[in-house]
């Protein structure tokens, strides 16, 4: 798997409500993390939520196909459910703090 850090644009901001922070994409075997600027502890936080969100996509319970989203097998439209509702999310958020404090005692 290849995964490539970009900056978030003000034009990939503004297709959201509310703050995005960082968006993962995944096309064939690689995958686009957009994130923005942030201080060193969001972005652990805000990096290991998006890789939650890779994993859920290598394990094919997270599928995007340009519409709508897959989520363990059921097909759920973005516009359904407001984005802490999202059961995906839901997951990575649950997950994230775990992961956050690993990747903080390895990096520091």
């Known amino acids: 798997v290849i995964v490539n850090v970009m900056k978030l644009s003000d034009g990939a901001k503004s297709q959201f409500d509310g703050e995005l922070k960082a968006h993962?994409?995944?096309v064939g075997d690689n995958f686009y993390l957009f994130i923005d600027e942030m201080d060193r502890e969001d972005a652990i936080t805000v990096i290991s939520h998006e890789i939650i969100h890779m994993q859920q996509y290598i394990s094919?319970?997270?599928v995007f196909d340009g519409t709508n989203?897959?989520?363990?097998g059921e097909e759920i439209s973005l516009n359904a459910k407001?984005?802490?509702d999202r059961?995906?999310?839901r997951d990575?958020?649950?997950r994230e703090s775990d992961l956050a404090n690993n990747l903080t005692e390895i990096l520091w």
């Not at 989203?69 to 363990?72: A, S």
């Open 24 to 26: 993962v994409r995944y």
């Open 60 to 62: 094919g319970d997270l």
């Open 69 to 72: 989203v897959i989520w363990l």
């Open 82 to 84: 407001d984005y802490e």
């Open 87 to 89: 059961p995906w999310e």
């Open 92 to 94: 990575a958020y649950k």
